[in-house]
């Protein structure tokens, strides 16, 4: 990086002039739907992508998985003594229900400084980004001060199921210094943002079987087995009315966070009445760091779903023959899915019980902990607030789950998420777009970290 | 009764010639739709039964309730000493799915020795068999040894909802030494049975609201309240994990079997393998003294439903906004379900909580209980052996539920259930039939009850 010349200021000049040729570009990527879910247009995604990479200047090429394929991408130049890995994900969400869009979901269009369409947000407009960085980067001085990889995969929206192999088998290739992730809104109040991690998540279905069928509950009532009060009493000796997990060995490994995590908590912007009717709740009375430690720190013990019996209107007088309960437990850093799940399968096993218990492991990621004090962190906090002339909102955690601990526990590399979406985006949802300001913001931000990262020594 | 001439013998001659006449009143009466949920040609079943009871010799009459009419009649004789009171219910049930019918549900239809049609077992093939058993022994005889009432409901498959304040506005009218009904199906083997009580019910439906809205787990978990695990939370503030249940005053005044009933319960024949098969288990490790203290002696506290969040296949990661528990308790003799729930509502503002819960009393029926030693009730007893020539089962309480209450709690008089129906008689599902045999024997029941209740002084 000695014969690196080009400021960011000049890179941003550039950019301005090349805004419509990168309107361009997303909008090309935005017709082609891939819908992964559903096996839709994914290759045809997949191959469209990796042209505009070839014409970016990135030696790319497609990665076959057990699934959908992987797009990567590199240029290495011996010089450079760092290497980024940019992550994100090509596939987008099914556009149902589509009565509700304003306008065709792969067609996008642009309304109110906003542009609309499928995967605008999510993900496309936000891995595009660093590619049109690069090859804007590219065009100005001849190379990059850093290594960049590419990995951009086509399955996050069924849950990344073939990433993890897919980073286990390639640790040589993709040996980086840094993940980057562009993806999600940016917080509340449209602050860019840092995150350093997200809980890892264990989705567990316990079924119990009472009887095999609904019996009467006057005629059998003390006779037949009741599976939910079962399923209840079986939940009473996992978890106490206040929320302390009973699992042996839940909490083993957290890691706790350190004063200076706290004091950072501390610092981030917080308004629980705005929070509250985000959430639906009449009010919330919590401190910021209270909020924020609850949700980067600590793991959760939820019944997302019990199901037994009647439950129209009215009344049926049954003992049920059979009940179903889902917990989701997000995991805090450094909690092991794999060993939980292993202990409640002992668990369950050891409950004595007249019913048939099941447990089914529905999903299992791991966390993903980057330090706040990790080197490379700063450098890419100081190339946000770079690209967006604001100190960003810096996240130990985000209380929700990602791939992420394939970089920090299979890479075992730091891995910070940027994201560049409006806190509006809507993905996932009808009329999923991504603001002018924000797409163009989101290049900014990739060519800043490029340069910022190739500061480093 | 001094001038009674007719011995049961000859009576029994008598039905054995009238059976054409018999099956075709009955025929008549499940020709005729009386849907009571549906309000379907239930005035008009009233209007038919009505005429059969004239024709018969009854003083009748239809009555208003607030609901659909009774049908009320009577023979009073000032030389009888003794008065039954026959309880009956002339609707029935919503015949739906017809697809499932063999015939017609209007159509009475003979069948492999079975008379097949709605409201054939339940309920107007018994309650027209003390309708005809009277009608018999009055034309071979002009009078009757004991004065007899009828009190014909037409909601009884709506809850009786109106029952019981009918029988407190007419209490002298409906003034009576027994009230005797034939209602369900005989024991499993197809012995006849006498029950004397039945088991109560209060049905409650507790909702708890944690946020207006689904939450996701990640981003909100532990911060939004989890209604599930709330409502969980409470309920382990009702039950022990042995079932013991801890609202206040549940137990108050719980009468405990005597050493005669609990006689009585040893000598009830039981096949665990054949009840366990009924119930749907693998098997059933009780004695027939434990399985009858269960049913005829023991509240129960049955989860009879359970809703909260995704209860689909595979995850949905939420936190539900809601969740709502319905709580069968069948309350054993001298319970009281006004209390109880007033306890319940107590219990629920004390549990503290961050959801909004409420409580909805949905159905609310006393247990009834009638002594075993009662002299009437043994004349029962007697009556059944000589109609079947065969001792019948008695059993001390059915574990259901049913309006007994307003015989023994508001008349307090002693009230019998002597159930003619087959075993197999499906009453509330399609093809329900009564067996020929089981339509003969009931009106022989009927008329050896009102002569061994006439033998008393």
Known sequence: ???????????????????????NTLFTLLRQPSISTLNIGVRECAELLLGIM?????????????????????IIDPKNTKTILFYGHYDVQPPEPLELWESDPFVPTIRDGKIFGRGTGDNKGQLIAHVLAVKTLLEQNGSLPVNVKFLYEGEEEKGSVNLASFVAEH?????????????????????PTVTLGNRGLLYVELNALGANRDNHSGNKGNIAPDPAMTLLNLIRTMVTDDGEVLIDGFYDGIIQPTPEEKEQLRSIPFFPEKTAKVVGLDS??????????NLCFKPTFTIAGFLSGYTGEGTKTIIPGKAKVKLDMRLAP???P???YSAIEKHVSAFDSRCQITVKNLSAVKPSKTPLSHPLVQKVIESVETAYEIAPVVLPA?????????????????????????????????????????????????SSAILNLGLTD
Chains 1, 2 share one sequence.
């Open 1 to 23: 990086m000695t014969d690196w010349k080009t400021t960011y200021q000049e890179i941003r000049q550039t950019l301005d002039h090349k805004k419509d040729d990168h309107l």
């Open 54 to 74: 070839k014409d970016s200047g990135i030696n790319a090429d497609i990665m076959e998985t057990k699934g959908h394929p992987v797009v990567y991408g590199e």
């Open 284 to 293: 919330l009375s919590m401190t910021n760091e209270e909020y924020y430690t």
């Open 398 to 446: 985000l209380g929700g789950t990602g791939p992420m601990f394939v970089f920090t526990d299979i890479l075992n590399i730091p891995s910070v998420t940027v994201p560049y979406a409006n806190v509006d985006e809507d993905n996932h949802a009808p009329n999923e777009n991504m603001g002018l300001k924000e797409f163009y913001w989101g290049i900014q931000a990739s």
């Open 171 to 191: 640790k040589d290739l993709l040996k980086a210094d840094i993940a980057y992730t562009a993806d999600g809104p940016m917080e509340g109040d449209g602050q």
């Open 334 to 336: 450094n909690q092991d």
């Open 338 to 340: 794999a060993a939980i």
